[in-house]
T-cell receptor, first 114, second 114 residues
Framework: AQSVTQPDIHITVSEGASLELRCNYSYGATPYLFWYVQSPGQGLQLLLKYFSGDTLVQGIKGFEAEFKRSQSSFNLRKPSVHWSDAAEYFCAVGVTNTGNQFYFGTGTSLTVIP | NAGVTQTPKFRVLKTGQSMTLLCAQDMNHEYMYWYRQDPGMGLRLIHYSVGEGTTAKGEVPDGYNVSRLKKQNFLLGLESAAPSQTSVYFC?????????????FGSGTRLTVV
């Protein structure tokens, strides 16, 4: 069965510091992987996605993620965090065998301190 | 603007009341979905549809019914609302030809059952 694990429920970083959010997935085939961000009271915004090819994926707002098949991971990174990055981050696996479904992780809440 | 539109955006219900959430998409997508988002749970699939007149259960279907009478609309019904159905509901659509590409989420409906 497909599943996504985000082991960190909450992370606090200082503004300007680097950031890495962890994501591990379980899926039998090559996964479609996504990171979404959600600000309080808002909808989901797609940060980046991996379908195939280069395992290092660039996204919006200076984020990147690296797909590591051997570790079943798709960690999100940013070299220098801005206060506006405070939000909830969701990793997700996309499965196309039955109607294109998403399986989401439980999310990581990011707090940025001055 | 093309996309997925959810109606209403906010609603407060009393326990036992019924209501219908409407999702409309203008991208001619065959597939449509209803997810719910709860704190600490990420998004979970309630029901989905792979075409007009067809529906299927997702991960958490109990207490909900759906209908897809027209290709562009996907309705989510609560026959007798319960406090446990307090959540944020997201509709989405996609196309089988695009796989996970072009998967589009609506902006959400915040439902409170008191």
């Amino acid at each position: 069965a497909q599943s996504v694990t985000q082991p960190d429920i909450h992370i606090t970083v200082s503004e300007g510091a680097s950031l890495e959010l962890r994501c591990n997935y379980s899926y039998g085939a090559t996964p479609y992987l996504f990171w979404y961000v959600q600000s309080p009271g808002q909808g989901l915004q797609l940060l980046l996605k991996y379908f195939s090819g280069d395992t290092l994926v660039q996204g919006i707002k200076g984020f990147e993620a690296e797909f590591k098949r051997s570790q079943s991971s798709f960690n999100l990174r940013k070299p220098s965090v801005h206060w506006s990055d405070a939000a909830e981050y969701f990793c997700a696996v996309g499965v196309t065998n039955t109607g294109n479904q998403f399986y989401f992780g439980t999310g990581t809440s990011l707090t940025v301190i001055p | 603007n093309a996309g997925v539109t959810q109606t209403p955006k906010f609603r407060v219900l009393k326990t036992g009341q019924s209501m219908t959430l409407l999702c409309a998409q203008d991208m001619n997508h065959e597939y449509m979905y209803w997810y719910r988002q709860d704190p600490g749970m990420g998004l979970r699939l309630i029901h989905y549809s792979v075409g007009e007149g067809t529906t299927a259960k997702g991960e958490v279907p109990d207490g909900y019914n759906v209908s897809r009478l027209k290709k562009q609309n996907f309705l989510l019904g609560l026959e007798s609302a319960a406090p446990s159905q307090t959540s944020v509901y997201f509709c989405a659509s996609s196309s089988p030809g695009q796989g996970m590409r072009g998967y589009t989420f609506g902006s959400g409906t915040r439902l409170t059952v008191v």
